[in-house]
């Protein structure tokens, strides 16, 4: 089945920096792959979606990549802020008939001012 | 637009015992589903519906989940009995499709059993 793995351990960023996310998966390349951010106590947010045949997607401060020979996505957000502190979590849509997503346990990112 | 509206927040109830959560979706939205997130894990899909119709329920424990989506707008979750191992939040997402759709999201239900 597939295996998804993302940092378990918190990333500390300072402000201002860029902060980079790692989804790393096993087995099949997925139909496509999101990212969505997590504050606690709340149900995931979208943020962006990147198809396989695709290698880079950017929506205002945050781009997100996609290597199917790595079997990697990394997720960046520049010039990093306090607010962006926040659970990340990459999906990976499964090539069924219904895109099931296949969800990562996410990496808590800290920004310090 | 209004969210996804998920009730009640918290629940907490003893093992053998029932308990059901509602679901309201974002209007229009066809596809809804019902996902549990263990802490430190990510969401998993329980059961996915598209109108009144089951999609997939594939990880769904049949013999004491159920739910049920008549109309085709909000959708009901239930368990009997519970277990401690259902200890969970209970997310609730809709999406206006099944592929290249972001997911919309409720504020989920946090069930501890007891």
């Known amino acids: 089945s597939q295996k998804i793995e993302q940092n378990s351990e918190a990333l500390n960023i300072q402000e201002g920096k860029t902060a980079t996310l790692t989804c790393n998966y096993t087995?099949?390349?997925?139909?496509?792959l999101q990212w969505y951010r997590q504050d606690p106590g709340r149900g995931p947010v979208f943020l962006l979606l990147?198809?396989?045949n695709e290698k880079e997607k950017r929506k205002e401060r945050l781009k997100v990549t996609f290597d199917t020979t790595l079997k990697q996505s990394l997720f960046h957000i520049t010039a990093s802020q306090p607010a962006d502190s926040a659970t990340y979590l990459c999906?990976?849509?499964?090539?069924?008939?219904?895109?099931?997503?296949?969800w990562g346990a996410g990496t808590k990112l800290i920004i310090k001012p | 637009e209004a969210g996804v509206a998920q009730s009640p927040r918290y629940k907490i109830i003893e093992k053998r015992q029932s308990v059901a959560f509602w679901c309201n979706p974002i209007?229009?939205?066809?596809?809804l589903y019902w996902y549990q997130q263990i802490l430190g894990q990510g969401p998993k899909l329980l059961i996915q519906f598209q109108n009144n119709g089951v999609v997939d329920d594939s990880q769904l424990p049949k013999d004491r989940f159920s739910a049920e989506r008549l109309k085709g707008v909000d959708s009901t979750l239930k368990i009997q009995p519970a277990k401690l191992e259902d200890s969970a939040v209970y997310l609730c997402a809709s999406s206006s499709g099944t592929s290249d759709y972001e997911q919309y999201f409720g504020p989920g239900t946090r069930l501890t059993v007891t």
């Open positions: 087995n099949y390349s997925p139909a496509y």
């Open positions: 990147i198809r396989e």
């Open positions: 209007s229009g939205h066809a596809t």
């Open positions: 999906a990976l849509a499964r090539r069924v008939s219904n895109y099931q997503l296949i």
